[in-house]
C-alpha cells in the first residue's frame, strides 16, 4: 500500500517538474537503475529477505491429518506439555524444552508434525529452511537467525499469542559441525547465533514462549553442541510407516476421492513396504489421474496398483520393443514369477511386461507382513527370485541377455549383507581381517547354490513356465492370483 502511494506520488511529482520545464530525464535515468537494483533482488541477500510466515489461523493440520506416525505423535505431545501446562512446569521447577528435533528420510510427515503441533498448542507458526540462512556473505546467516526469533515474538504478541513454534527443515545445512565446511566462519557464526538465541529464550516469564522444531535426515552431521541438554534435547525419529500406518494414510488420502466401494487399500497397504507417506500421497493422486484418463467415476483398486508401478518405476512407456524382445522378456519375467511361487507361495502381487521408467517388465513381490528381520533361508529365497529370470531365458531360449546384469547386482548384494551378517559359511567375521580373495570366493559359493537350485526348480516345472510366457504376452500383465493358478494347474 505504501509502496503504490510512494510511486503515486514520484510519478506526480516528476510530471510536474516536466510541466515547470525541469529536465527530468536524468532523474528517471536513476530511478530506472535504483528500481533495476531492486528488483534483482540484491536487497534481499544482503539480508533483508524474511522468512516464510504462516500464521497460527493457517495452520489447519492437527494430529488426526496425520497416518500412523504413533509413537512419534505421542512423544511430540508429550514434549508439548510445557507449552500447554505453563504453571505446572514453573511449579515443579521444571526446566522448559527448547528444541525438538525430528530425524527421519524425506517425506515421512515431519514439517506435518510440526505444524499439528502449532495447531495443538494454539502457537503462532514460522517455518523456514537451513538453506535460507546460508549465504556467501559473512553474517547474513546470523543475522537472518535473530530476525526469526524476533519475528516470532513479535507475531506471537500481534496475535495475542503466548507462545510460538519455530521449525527449521533441513537444519543440517546451517547447523553442521563447527569448522567442517569450507567458508566455515560464516556458518560458524549462523550455528552461534541459533544456540544463543536458543539459551536467551526466555523460561519462565509470562513473555512469549518460543520452542524450535527442527528437521533432518542427517543427525550425524549435527554439531554436538545442538544436541546438548537445554537445546534440542528431545529427539522423536519419524520412521518410514509400517502396514498400519500405510493404511492410515492412504486412508487419509483417499478420503475426499471416490473410491471403488471394494477398493481394497488393506492390500495396497501390504505392497507398500518401504514407501514413505510421501509416496502414497502420491499413489492416490496417481490413481485418480488414471481413473479420470479412463473416464471412470471411481478410482478402483486396478488404479491404486497401477499407481504404485508408477511411483515406483515411473511413467508407462509407448515405446515398441521387438517381437524377439517382447518374448524374452515374458519368460524372464515369468521365471522371477514362477521362482517367487514356488519358494515363497502367496508371495507374487503382480507381474507385467509392460514397460516403465528403466524397466522392460517387472514382477512385483508383496510379503505377507513387512519384514525387517531375514533369516539364512528368506535371504537364499530373494536370491533364488532374482536368478529365476536369467536360468528362464537360459534354459528356454538358449542363451542369457543383458537384461539380467541388475538381478545380478542386487544378488551380490544379498550374498555380501550374509556375509557380513555372520550368517554366511565363514560364520562370525571382521570385515577388515577378510582377504578380498576369500570374500570372492564365498559370495560365489553362496550364488552358485542358489543357481543349482534354481536350474532344478526350472527344469522341473518347464511347462509351467511356458504357459505363464504365453498368457503374459497375451495379457501383458497378470495379478498374483493369476499367477498362482497357472502355477498350481
Ligand atoms: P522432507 O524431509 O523432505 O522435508 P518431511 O518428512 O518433512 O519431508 P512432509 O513435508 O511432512 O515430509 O510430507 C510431505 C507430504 O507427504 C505431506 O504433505 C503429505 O501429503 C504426505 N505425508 C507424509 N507423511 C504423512 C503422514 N504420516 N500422513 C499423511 N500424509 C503424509
Not at 268 to 288: D, K, P
Amino acid at each position: 500500500m505504501i509502496r503504490e502511494v510512494i510511486i503515486g506520488f514520484v510519478l506526480a511529482l516528476l510530471v510536474f517538474l516536466g510541466l515547470d520545464g525541469v529536465d527530468i530525464w536524468p532523474i528517471v535515468l536513476l530511478l530506472g537503475l535504483g528500481g533495476a537494483i531492486y528488483a534483482s533482488g540484491i536487497f534481499n541477500r544482503l539480508g533483508t529477505r524474511t522468512v516464510r510466515k504462516v500464521q497460527v489461523s493457517q495452520v489447519t493440520t492437527s494430529f488426526q491429518d496425520i497416518g500412523g506416525q504413533n509413537m512419534a505423535k505421542n512423544e511430540l505431545k508429550e514434549a508439548l506439555e510445557f507449552i500447554l501446562k505453563p504453571d505446572v512446569i514453573s511449579r515443579l521447577g521444571i526446566r522448559p524444552l527448547k528444541g525438538i528435533l525430528l530425524t527421519g528420510v524425506p517425506g515421512t510427515g515431519k514439517t506435518l508434525l510440526a505444524k499439528a503441533a502449532a495447531h495443538y498448542t494454539e502457537s503462532v507458526f514460522l517455518s523456514a529452511s537451513g538453506s535460507e540462512f546460508v549465504e556467501m556473505y559473512a553474517g547474513v546467516g546470523a543475522q537472518r537467525v535473530r530476525q526469526l526469533f524476533q519475528e516470532a515474538r513479535n507475531m506471537a504478541r500481534k496475535e495475542s499469542k503466548s507462545s510460538a513454534i519455530i521449525f527449521i527443515d533441513e537444519i543440517e545445512v546451517m547447523a553442521g559441525r563447527r569448522g567442517s565446511n569450507q567458508s566455515h566462519l560464516e556458518y560458524d557464526q549462523t550455528l552461534n547465533q541459533l544456540l544463543v538465541e536458543m539459551d536467551g529464550m526466555p523460561v519462565h516469564d509470562d513473555d512469549v514462549r518460543i520452542l524450535v522444531m527442527a528437521a533432518t535426515n542427517r543427525v550425524d552431521l549435527l554439531d554436538q553442541a545442538l544436541m546438548r541438554p537445554g537445546r534440542f534435547d528431545r529427539l522423536v525419529s519419524v520412521d518410514l510407516p509400517d502396514r498400519e500406518g500405510r493404511l492410515s494414510i492412504l486412508k487419509l488420502h483417499t478420503r475426499n476421492k471416490p473410491l471403488d466401494v471394494d477398493a481394497d487399500l488393506e492390500a495396497i497397504a501390504r505392497e507398500t513396504f518401504g514407501f514413505s507417506g510421501a509416496h502414497l500421497e502420491s499413489v492416490c493422486n496417481e490413481a485418480a489421474i488414471l481413473a479420470m484418463r479412463e473416464e471412470s467415476e471411481t478410482i478402483g483398486t486396478k488404479h491404486l496398483r497401477q499407481a504404485v508401478d508408477k511411483v515406483m518405476l515411473g511413467e508407462r512407456m509407448d515405446r515398441t520393443l521387438r517381437v524377439d524382445d517382447i518374448k524374452r522378456v515374458s519368460i524372464h519375467e515369468s521365471g522371477h514369477a514362477l521362482i517367487g511361487e514356488l519358494v515363497a507361495p502367496g508371495s507374487v502381487s503382480s507381474v507385467t511386461i509392460a514397460p516403465r521408467g528403466m524397466a522392460l517388465g517387472f514382477v512385483r513381490h508383496a510379503p505377507d507382513d513387512d519384514r525387517l528381520l531375514q533369516t539364512v533361508s528368506e535371504l537364499k529365497a530373494d536370491i533364488q527370485v532374482l536368478l529365476g529370470g536369467s536360468t528362464a531365458e537360459r534354459m528356454i531360449l538358449g542363451e542369457r541377455s543383458t537384461g539380467a546384469a541388475n538381478d545380478f547386482e542386487k544378488a551380490w548384494d544379498i550374498a555380501r549383507q550374509m556375509v557380513f551378517s555372520g550368517i554366511s559359511s565363514l560364520g562370525v567375521i571382521k570385515e577388515e581381517a577378510l582377504s578380498q580373495d576369500l570374500l570372492y570366493q564365498t559370495l560365489r559359493d553362496i550364488i552358485t547354490e542358489q543357481q543349482d537350485i534354481v536350474d532344478a526348480l526350472i527344469m522341473e516345472h518347464r511347462e509351467k513356465l511356458l504357459r505363464l510366457a504365453d498368457t503374459l504376452l497375451e495379457h501383458e500383465t497378470l495379478s498374483g492370483d493369476q499367477v498362482r493358478s497357472l502355477v498350481a494347474s
